[in-house]
């Protein structure tokens, strides 16, 4: 799918009511917290993609504008309970559930995804559910016990070409997140009833080359990702890098065959597509 550079959001019942939900039940949400540019539209379709344990990332990428800090292991042990009660207030036909990255946690914060699916699932069957998970720290027994529970996508994003991770991720590694993904298909490939697809995001506006882009998705395709979501880098705060160059349609349309011809089954290429937002 190709996304053209429109957004027209009315005011609706739909938004007032989402929002109200969320607070209500003091949840957190990517919408808010990453100051997502749609938020109203996700909001107005009754669509939310949950932040589960907390608002305090261990990582401070500079293209994000989640808080960081020392969230001191906390881990609030009723939030799968009041996240499962919203999937179904709000109708959920696909769930998407992220998670701030947890350093702190011996897991990473694995168990606290499982729980939520397990709640989900407890009060409905009747909604797809995609993980947005982070990298674990490289932890083989997290990945294993995410893929264990079936959700329907797993995802982990790219963000950026490998270049730009000194600058943009420094916290993070390329290569690790390729093996995230790595990981989930062979897990999958092991069981041949467990049909979990595998997905990744990235941005552009950083600075990066079409090359390295191409090289990235390439790299992505290796590893068995299925669907892949590319968007452009909008700069959060002033606290976040700045923007280095704006995509324009025909470019977004030209990344969207590119990647269709290296051969992911799904690609949603525009100017606010977000890998939770599609």
């Not at 969320?22 to 749609?38: F, G, H, R, W, Y």
Request: aromatic share 8%.
């Amino acid at each position: 799918m190709i996304q053209t550079v429109k957004k027209r959001v009315s005011l609706t019942e739909n938004i007032s009511f989402t929002s109200g939900l969320i607070k209500s039940l003091d949840l957190q949400t990517v919408c808010t917290e990453a100051m997502c540019p749609n938020i109203y539209d996700c909001y107005s379709r009754k669509k939310v993609t949950f932040i589960i344990l907390g608002n305090i990332c261990t990582r401070n990428c500079m293209f994000c504008a989640v808080k960081h800090g020392n969230p001191d292991k906390k881990i609030d042990t009723d939030e799968p309970n009041r996240i499962a009660y919203a999937v179904l207030k709000l109708g959920l036909k696909h769930a998407v559930i992220t998670s701030v990255t947890r350093d702190d946690l011996v897991d990473g914060g694995a168990e606290q995804f499982v729980s939520v699916v397990k709640k989900i699932r407890m009060l409905t069957d009747n909604v797809k559910l995609e993980l947005l998970v982070p990298d674990f720290g490289g932890d083989t027994d997290a990945v294993k016990s995410i893929v264990d529970v079936h959700p329907d996508i797993i995802a982990h994003n790219i963000e950026t070409v490998p270049r730009l991770y000194p600058k943009v991720r420094a916290g993070a590694s390329y290569i690790r997140s390729l093996e995230l993904l790595k990981k989930v298909k062979d897990y999958v490939t092991r069981n041949s009833s467990n049909l979990i697809k595998t997905k990744s995001g990235l941005m552009v506006g950083l600075g990066e080359t079409i090359t390295e882009i191409k090289e990235t998705m390439s790299d992505l395709k290796k590893v068995g990702c299925e669907i892949f979501t590319i968007g452009q880098y909008l700069q959060p705060t002033k606290k976040q890098l700045p923007v280095r160059k704006y995509y324009t349609e025909k470019e977004f349309e030209l990344l969207y065959h590119i990647a269709k011809d290296i051969g992911f089954n799904e690609v949603y290429s525009g100017y606010f597509i977000r890998s939770s937002y599609v």
